[in-house]
């Protein structure tokens, strides 16, 4: 199954991805960092379309992509949409992993504390067994095509998230965004025109 990007950007003109078999644990991951192992589906589902957005749509993806590599030398195997999922999702991003750049930064503070990275540490080694069947699901479905954006995002204006936070001010600074299981989704910077498409 592939997602691709379908609009008038020349940028983003042929650009698409598939998830492999690799990819699926470091996406059960980031459900499980940024919503723990009750991540609930239609969280779970915002998270992946989330990333998909920002991979296909998303004007600075190609740093991101080049970031990863720079960052994460040991995860070359990896494809360049799980590449840029771990950058962008802090659980499982190796800068802010023990030893890395952002970790050594602020280490000592609450943002590098021993909880922190002992718990990115514990997220990003997670194995399959370790993680809760309805996550495991909604991945594979995601995978295969079959995991749909939640319906919550039709009641949107503009049905388009890039981007998620918990902070009390996110939804006072992106009111066009949604809650979704207690986290506020919105699309951060504007995306180019265009949408996902699903193709097999």
């Known amino acids: 199954m592939k997602y691709k990007y ?20 470091w996406l059960a991951r980031m459900c499980v960092g940024e919503g723990g192992k009750s991540c609930p589906r239609d969280k779970a589902s915002a998270m992946l379309w989330a990333m998909t957005n920002r991979y296909l749509l998303h004007p600075a ?20 949409f799980i590449g840029m999922v771990r950058m962008f999702s802090q659980p499982i991003n190796p800068r802010w992993a023990r030893g890395g750049d952002k970790a050594e930064k602020y280490k000592h503070t609450k943002f ?12 990003s080694g997670l194995k399959t067994c370790d993680i809760p ?8 479905d995601f995978a295969d095509g079959m995991l749909f954006p939640p319906e919550v995002l039709t009641t949107m204006e503009r049905p388009r998230i890039s981007n998620w936070a918990s902070l009390p001010s996110t939804p006072r600074n992106f009111p066009h965004g949604v809650n ?19 193709r097999y």
Do not use: T
């Open 133 to 140: 069947y309805e996550i495991l699901k909604a991945v594979e």
């Open 180 to 198: 979704i299981g207690g986290d506020w989704f919105f699309e951060g910077k504007s995306l180019v025109d265009g949408c996902v498409i699903v």
């Open 112 to 123: 590098a504390s021993k909880a922190k990275l002992k718990r990115r540490a514990w997220v």
């Open 61 to 80: 993806m190609p740093k991101w992509v080049h970031a990863a590599w720079v960052f994460d030398a040991a995860g070359s195997n990896n494809s360049d």
């Open 6 to 25: 379908q609009g008038s950007d020349k940028r983003k003109q042929g650009l698409e991805f598939s998830v492999m078999d690799g990819d699926l644990i």
